[in-house]
């Protein structure tokens, strides 16, 4: 009986000793993780300046959010600057995934290639801003000195001061940085498939594309389903290309390169309306979920329903 006792004193111990070791990663977490969250929803419901005292105003900032043109305009842009990018993208890591993928041409010092296209995912946005930005200079810039230079245009383009180009700018200088994440991603998931599906392929005749689309990419889909939801989310949160290449939260030229964050930061961080920017966050956040669901829906929804059937 005093086995026992002892054993389970020492159970005990053992028990507390782990919570010990696991209370400074749960403090942390509460503190900068789920504290802001909860504090910002409290905010949303609340006429707060960011200073003084809150004064509870119910719905008005979410029905303030919903009512005001200039947030669907932002929206709009996040949404446009987000599916030229996404096309790009993705577009752009398939082709590369498909080319370093075919068992019958291999193609040698894959790492190296990978570390290359990886490699402006490392670039700081903000060295990336000024690259472009120098690049792209409507008077001086290097590319508009080669197009004229080499007579394919007149005048110089103003690639970031026009409404027609600027949202587009951004899509590609977005896919530039990221398309190597999105490609080592996608090798990783055609690695782990057994190279017996691609050798019986081959053997049958299939072609690069039929071989893609056959097998390769079914078997991508839950690669696919995570990349076009982390996509979705960056790029709804787009701030930091569009801030520092087209400057301030304006989103000149026009508007057109404002997005929902630039819109948030400006009343929270400008205009001191913390309350409306919290809810134009969970507004953001609600946006983000529906997306999110109806990305997961269109790709295993319909499988979900044949297997019932």
Do not use: H
Not at 1 to 13: C, F, P, Q
């Amino acid at each position: 009986m005093a086995g026992k006792a002892l054993e389970g004193g020492r159970k005990k111990s053992v028990d507390r000793t782990g919570y010990f070791f696991v209370a400074p990663f749960v403090i942390v977490f509460f503190i900068f993780n789920v504290y802001p969250v909860v504090r910002t929803f409290y905010l949303s419901f609340t006429d707060y300046k960011g200073f003084g005292d809150a004064m509870f105003t119910g719905g008005t900032n979410y029905l303030r959010v919903l009512q005001d043109k200039f947030f669907w305009k932002a929206l709009g842009n996040t949404a446009r600057i987000w599916s030229v990018n996404i096309v790009l993208q993705l577009g752009l890591a398939l082709a590369l995934t498909i080319a370093f993928s075919d068992i019958k041409y291999k193609i040698r010092g894959l790492a190296v290639f990978r570390a290359l296209y990886y490699l402006p995912n490392l670039i700081a946005a903000t060295s990336v801003a000024f690259l472009f930005k120098t690049l792209l200079d409507w008077r001086y810039g290097t590319l508009n000195q080669l197009l004229v230079g080499a007579g394919i245009t007149a005048d110089p383009i103003n690639w970031l001061g026009s409404t027609a180009t600027a949202p587009y700018v951004l899509s590609v200088i977005g896919a530039w940085m990221w398309f190597g994440n999105y490609f080592i991603m996608l090798m990783a998931g055609v690695q782990g498939i057994s190279r017996d599906y691609f050798e019986a392929a081959a053997i049958d005749g299939a072609g690069r594309m039929k071989t893609f689309t056959k097998i390769t990419l079914p078997l991508l889909k839950p690669i696919l389903l995570y990349v076009g939801i982390t996509s979705l989310i960056g790029g709804l949160q787009m701030f930091d290309l569009p801030f520092l290449i087209c400057g301030g939260t304006a989103g000149n030229p026009g508007g057109s390169t404002q997005t929902v964050v630039m819109y948030l930061y400006k009343f929270g961080f400008e205009t001191n309306q913390v309350g409306f920017a919290s809810a134009v966050a969970y507004v953001l956040f609600i946006i983000i979920l529906l997306f999110s669901v109806l990305q997961f829906q269109m790709m295993y929804g319909k499988k979900k329903e044949g297997n019932k059937r």
